[in-house]
Nanobody, 115 residues
Framework: QVQLVESGGGLVQPGGSLRLSCAAS????????MAWHRQAPGKQRELVAS???????NYADSVKGRFTISRDNAMKSVYLQMNSLKPEDTAVYYC?????????WGQGTQVTVSS
């Protein structure tokens, strides 16, 4: 089994920064893709950013230029540096890891952007 544990969420003022971390434990030795998704109240879950094992990244248009995804393959971890945060970034952020045929999700961490 694989477990993903997120950390780093919290309350931040507009324009501020947060860094989310996700650490994987369990049987998988590596993941093809690791990603962050988010779900705001009353909205569907959406992809925020993803990164392959080779380092190729993909971002939602709404976060391009503000968020940066990175990963540490040896540590089976993925990170999301969030800068210039906006109230519309408020959501529960979920870590997601994919290895051939299997998807794993974390429990989520709340990010609230408010003055």
């Amino acid at each position: 089994q694989v477990q993903l544990v997120e950390s780093g969420g919290g309350l931040v003022q507009p324009g501020g920064s947060l860094r989310l971390s996700c650490a994987a434990s369990g049987s998988a030795s590596s993941f093809n893709v690791m990603a962050w998704h988010r779900q705001a109240p009353g909205k569907q879950r959406e992809l925020v950013a993803s990164i392959t094992s080779g380092g190729r990244t993909n971002y939602a248009d709404s976060v391009k230029g503000r968020f940066t995804i990175s990963r540490d393959n040896a540590m089976k971890s993925v990170y999301l540096q969030m800068n210039s945060l906006k109230p519309e970034d408020t959501a529960v952020y979920y870590c997601h890891a994919y290895v051939v045929g299997r998807h794993y999700w974390g429990q989520g961490t709340q990010v609230t952007v408010s003055s």
